[in-house]
């Protein structure tokens, strides 16, 4: 069976990928930083719930390593934990975003490559955003050309450049960014609308559940290969 992890996944888009992933026969482990929540939407999902704050090296270690004790291996990661800014555009703020939507995907990542290098088909989803597009944000035509969250934008490019170099340096290993679509979410209340998390799930689980042969090092959405 296949062993998957997935952060940030006790509601949103992680919820709906994790019951979609389970749909289809994988194990998956639910990692959520607010240890109640987590537990309520494991039981929920029949998911295993791992405590797991990407902002915390600590905890991600000895959730990597609770994953080791039990399965040996680790199949595919999709690294969905993310906030987005909300009131002033400050120092603190940037450590604060860019800690949980980059710098928590490295320390996810590097305590996951090992577990990952025992897969017979590894593969990382990165939770990314057309956001953090060259081409989309300079396109008037496209809504991330007037967004009005500057951190959030530059941390999903970080997110997505990083995603991109560790398919270079780990060429065993598939890695690739998605755009999921603006979906409903507690991230994107302000705004209002915005499609349903299990909708915008189905390209986080096509990305996850990619073929020995397919493509890494891409930024994708629903159609297809995204410019950014």
Request: glycine share 10%; charged share 20%.
């Amino acid at each position: 069976m296949t062993v998957t992890l997935i952060t940030g996944a006790n509601k949103g888009i992680g919820f709906a990928t994790a019951r979609q992933l389970l749909d289809l026969g994988h194990v998956v482990y639910l990692g959520a930083r607010d240890k109640r929540k987590g537990e309520e939407a494991a039981a929920a999902l029949g998911a295993r719930f791992l405590h797991l704050d990407v902002t915390d090296d600590a905890s991600v270690t000895e959730a990597l390593a609770t994953i080791d004790a039990a399965e040996g291996r680790l199949d595919v990661l999709v690294n969905n934990a993310g906030i987005a800014e909300s009131g002033a555009v400050d120092g603190p703020t940037a450590l604060r975003v860019f800690d949980t939507n980059v710098v928590g995907i490295i320390r996810v990542t590097e305590a996951a490559l090992p577990l990952l290098r025992r897969s017979a088909n590894p593969v990382v989803v990165t939770v990314s955003s057309s956001a953090g597009s060259f081409w989309a944000t300079n396109n008037p035509d496209r809504p991330e050309f007037d967004l009005p969250f500057p951190l959030y934008s530059a941390s999903k490019a970080a997110a997505t450049m990083i995603t991109v170099k560790y398919a270079r340096s780990q060429p065993g290993i598939k890695f690739n960014a998605v755009e999921p679509g603006f979906t409903a979410t507690d991230m994107t209340a302000a705004l209002g609308g915005g499609r349903s998390p299990a909708e915008s799930a189905r390209t986080v689980v096509r990305l996850a559940t990619l073929p020995p042969d397919g493509p890494t090092g891409t930024l994708q959405d629903e159609s297809g290969h995204l410019n950014w």
